[in-house]
């Protein structure tokens, strides 16, 4: 008998539900919450509340669109962590009361595990591009930096991360400090495609090992940028999309500098990246680029699988079903998830 599996997200702000058949896609809905957009940020309080309106429709909608109904559902995936709490707390309390009624079982799953497995993604009358085992993920978000040699589709290790903020972070918080808006990355790629990356030039960290810092650069543009507009104050009007280039440009070389690295230590030529940030056009291009000059092998997830979406959740649950794992009704969300 098929494997159907409902996936349910809801870390942060965006309401996901999707439904496999035996790992390929027939529905993935997502929910995307615009309350945030005039805080400049995801407000947790407001996300649990819409995420508590947007979870019923969502689901009804995933099964309607699947031509699934629930009783034929084997199993329910859902997000554990990390994230936020009460955005969690819906999507595992929702899981529990289905699971319940409809008396089958639940696999939790690792939010970031999602967006590792995100490659594994099957569409109907898609050519499948998945990576071998063993493969070095780079995984970039709003929450993460990290490079991930991923073993299985259950074994992981992380081979280097941020010691400070995030990449995505330093796309949002510059982005906040050009007066360009949340999220930063989108606007930041857009306006990056206009400019020069090689007019301006921002100091690059210096961390040991394969680890990442992107608090620094956030400084170096503050400081680069408050100079200029001292000396004229139409500076970043006028240089908009140059500052951006060259900023992106920067983010990207640390970004490309330790997975180098890591894939010359590794000898591993399978390379994947994953997570909002991967959705950067300067980013894709640099990995497919290094790939040729490299001898990679490169697989970059479908821009609509690189942001949070309960498809990568009911993929990487479907996993741990077949390998035997369970999760029991007493489990509670977690908004750190200490490792995979
Ligand atoms: O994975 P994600 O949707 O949420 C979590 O952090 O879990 O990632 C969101 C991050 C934000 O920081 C956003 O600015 C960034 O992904 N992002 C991008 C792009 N699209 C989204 N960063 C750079 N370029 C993009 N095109």
Same mark, same amino acid.
């Given at each position: ?40 940020? =995801?407000?947790?309080? +407001? ?5 508590? %309106?947007? &979870?019923?429709?969502? *689901?009804?909608? #995933?099964? !309607? $669109? ?83 040699? =991923?073993?299985?589709? +259950? ?5 280097? %991360?941020? &010691?400070?903020?995030? *990449?995505?972070? #330093?796309? !949002? $918080? ?96 399978? &390379? ?69």
């Amino acid at each position: 008998m098929a494997d159907i599996i409902l996936g349910i997200e809801s870390s942060c702000d965006d309401t996901s539900a999707a439904v496999i058949r035996d790992g390929v896609l027939l529905s993935n809905v997502i929910a995307s919450q615009q309350v945030h957009k005039d805080f400049g940020g =995801v407000v947790p309080e +407001l996300a649990s509340r819409a995420h508590e %309106q947007n &979870i019923v429709p969502v *689901v009804s909608q #995933a099964l !309607d $669109k699947a031509g699934v109904k629930p009783e034929e559902l084997t199993a329910i995936a859902f997000t554990r962590g990390p994230g936020l709490l009460g955005s969690l707390l819906v999507g595992t309390s929702f899981a529990k009361a289905l699971s319940l009624s409809l008396d089958i079982p639940m696999v939790m799953v690792n939010h970031l595990q999602g967006h590792i497995l995100a490659n594994f993604i099957r569409q109907p009358d898609k050519p499948v591009t998945e990576p071998s085992f063993p493969y070095l993920c780079l995984l970039v978000s709003g929450g993460n930096s990290q490079i991930v040699k =991923v073993a299985s589709p +259950l074994e992981y290790e992380i081979l280097g %991360q941020t &010691i400070d903020d995030a *990449v995505g972070e #330093a796309f !949002d $918080k510059c982005s906040k400090m050009l007066g360009l808006g949340y999220p930063g990355g989108p606007v930041i790629d857009r306006l990056a495609k206009l400019g020069d990356p090689d007019r301006f030039h921002f100091a690059k960290p210096n961390i040991p090992g394969l680890d990442y810092s992107f608090s620094g650069i956030k400084t170096s543009l503050l400081y680069f940028v408050r100079d200029e507009m001292a000396k004229d104050p139409h500076f970043l009007e006028n240089n908009k999309e140059d500052l951006c280039a060259s900023f992106q440009k920067t983010l990207i070389d640390i970004l490309m500098g330790k997975l180098i690295r890591a894939a010359k230590e590794t000898r591993i030529r399978e &390379i994947t990246i994953g997570g909002g940030v991967s959705a950067n056009s300067g980013l894709r291009e640099r990995i497919v680029s290094e790939g040729k000059k490299r001898g990679w092998k490169t697989y970059l997830p479908e821009f609509k699988f690189t942001t949070d979406n309960a498809a990568m959740i009911a993929v990487a649950g479907w996993f741990r079903y077949k390998a035997g794992e369970r999760t029991p009704l007493d489990v509670a969300p977690v908004s750190r998830l200490a490792d995979y």
